[in-house]
């Protein structure tokens, strides 16, 4: 937000600023920057490969239970890149995140309730 403002208030006077000796101003536009993604690791910051779901975010605030968080998702395998109106929900229960929201770098252990399905 501040590199933004930066650049907004340098605007004001485009002539003796960002148009003449002060071009490295538009510099300040890379603090705005940054890719929402997400990659999981595990405990020792290893990053391996979990199957995620990504779609809409849904708002599920005051809502009972464990409601579904997203809608309308595909199942990628991290890491993925967000887009800013998607969240993500990890496919499977075989792993627990240490953070409530998945965007990032995340930190996963393993369930010890989890139960492989068999076939």
Known sequence: MGGLLTVVHACLDMKNTILDKLHYILFYLTNAMNPRMLITTDEDLEPFQVSVRVGQAVETVG?????????????????????????????????????????????????????????
Do not use: C, W
């Open 63 to 119: 809502q009972a239970g464990k409601p579904k968080s997203i809608s309308g998702f595909q199942t990628h395998t991290t890491p993925v890149l967000l887009a800013v109106t998607e969240r993500a929900e990890l496919a499977d229960q075989e792993y627990l995140p240490v953070v409530n929201h998945l965007e990032g770098i995340v930190i996963l252990r393993k369930n010890p309730d989890f139960e492989p399905m068999d076939a």
